[in-house]
């Protein structure tokens, strides 16, 4: 989580871009000089089917507030189907998040077509102000050992244990 001089949140967005599309259109977006949210972090993958659960999880406890995912449109795919993929793996990563207890919210695909830098900068920035509206991610989950409840402990350190 980080705070502005003012005291006020400002949420950390980690975003997995395909190569051939959304990032792409990123690039356009700041080569028009469009201005969207800093708090968006992309990271370049070659496709969106790439985007592995736990590099979700990973994101969001290193400290990521929400996390992005953006590919090219179904049926423009560079591989065939890796958005496809995606769509599958992102709604099983929706359902494992909210046994966590993570809002649907903090979590987004998108396709993003690499001639759509304007849509990039519209998903940013309503993303950004999602995230903010919902404040910080922070979670204590109970957890179970040997079938018995144990006292809750930070969402974090039980995401961890997922990961590793």
């Known amino acids: ?36 949210a800093p708090n968006v972090r992309a990271i ?14 990973a994101a969001l406890r290193e400290g990521a507030d929400g996390v992005l995912i953006g590919g090219c449109h179904p049926g423009d795919c560079h591989y065939q189907e890796g958005n496809y993929n995606a769509r599958r793996r992102f709604e099983l990563l929706r359902l494992m ?16 077509s690499a001639s759509e830098g304007d849509r ?24 179970r050992v040997d079938g018995e409840r144990v006292a809750p402990r930070p969402a974090a350190e039980l995401v961890g244990q997922v990961t590793s």
């Open 1 to 36: 989580m980080s705070e502005t001089g003012d005291g006020a949140f400002e949420p950390k967005i980690v975003a997995f871009f395909c190569n051939w599309c959304t990032y792409t259109a990123a690039d356009l977006a700041g080569i028009s000089r469009m201005q969207y």
């Open 97 to 112: 998040l909210h046994d966590f207890g993570i809002e649907d919210e903090r979590v987004r695909l998108e396709w993003i």
């Open 44 to 57: 370049r993958l070659m496709c969106s089917g790439r985007v592995d659960p736990q590099f979700v999880l």
């Open 120 to 143: 990039v900068q519209k998903v940013c920035n309503e993303m950004t102000e999602q995230i903010r509206a919902l404040g910080p991610l922070r979670l204590t989950l109970a957890a």
